[in-house]
C-alpha cells in the first residue's frame, strides 16, 4: 500500500526558510513526479513547484527564486527548500506524487499537507 506523508512545516519569522519533505513509502519502483501545491484558506490548491523523475523542474513565477523542489530517488523522497519566506506565503502545503509504481500499480497520491505559517 502506498502512502504519502509530509513534513517540515510549522512557523518561522519573516525571511526565515524550511524545507517540507515528502516521503512515499510502499514497494515503490518508480516515480514520475512529486508536486508540491499551496492552498490558502477558502482557495483551490495552486500548483507551485514540480520535480520530475528525469530531473526537469517547474516553479511558478511568484515564488520562482524562492521555492526550489529536488528529489532524492533511493529514498522515495521529495522536498521543497523555502527561502525567504513572507506572510504572504502562510498556508497549507501539499505534497502531490504522480506516476508512482508500486508492484503491478500504478497512480497518484496526495499528502496529507502541512501548515506553513509565517510571522512578521
Known amino acids: 500500500q502506498v502512502q504519502v506523508v509530509e513534513s517540515g512545516g510549522g512557523l518561522v519569522q519573516a525571511g526565515e526558510s524550511l524545507r517540507l519533505s515528502c516521503l512515499v513509502s510502499g514497494r515503490i519502483y518508480k516515480i514520475g513526479a512529486m508536486s508540491w501545491y499551496q492552498q490558502f484558506p477558502g482557495a483551490q490548491r495552486e500548483l507551485v513547484a514540480r520535480?520530475?523523475?528525469?530531473?526537469?523542474?517547474f516553479v511558478a513565477n511568484h515564488v520562482n527564486g524562492k521555492f526550489v523542489p529536488s528529489m532524492d530517488k533511493a529514498k522515495n523522497t521529495g522536498y521543497l527548500q523555502m527561502n525567504s519566506l513572507q506572510p504572504a506565503d502562510t498556508a497549507v502545503y501539499y505534497c502531490?506524487?504522480?506516476?508512482?509504481?508500486?508492484?503491478?500499480?500504478?497512480?497518484?497520491?496526495w499528502g496529507q499537507g502541512t501548515q506553513v505559517t509565517v510571522s512578521s
Open positions: 520535480i520530475a523523475d528525469d530531473g526537469n523542474t
Open positions: 502531490y506524487a504522480t506516476g508512482v509504481y508500486s508492484g503491478s500499480t500504478g497512480g497518484n497520491y
